[in-house]
């Protein structure tokens, strides 16, 4: 079982930053994947951003240039870096990971965008 623990949310004037820090309880090595997701108010989860084991990067078209993912494996943990933030990231951000196609989830961060 691999516990994730996210932190780093909050309220966020538009144009403003945030980091989020997702600390795994393995050698994050282990994990096929670590991402992030999110779900506004009344959506879909979505995946936001994604890091493979071999450090490949991926993100959805709408944070492309504004978000980055990355990762300390000395530490065990990935993070989100966004910038520029806008209303429309206004959501619940999900840490996940993937260990043998099975997903693991954190419990969520709260991110809040003010116009």
């Known amino acids: 079982q691999v516990q994730l623990v996210e932190s780093g949310g909050g309220l966020v004037q538009a144009g403003g930053s945030l980091r989020l820090s997702c600390a795994a309880s393995?050698?994050?090595?282990?994990?096929?994947?670590m991402g992030w997701y999110r779900q506004g108010p009344g959506k879909q989860r979505e995946l936001v951003a994604i890091i493979t084991r071999g450090g490949i990067t991926n993100y959805e078209a709408s944070v492309k240039g504004r978000f980055t993912i990355s990762r300390d494996i000395a530490k065990n943990t990935v993070y989100l870096q966004m910038n520029s933030l806008k209303p429309e990231d206004t959501a619940v951000y999900y840490c996940n990971a993937v260990r043998n196609w099975e997903p693991y989830w954190g419990q969520g961060t709260q991110v809040t965008v003010s116009s």
């Open positions: 393995e050698n994050i090595f282990s994990l096929n994947t």
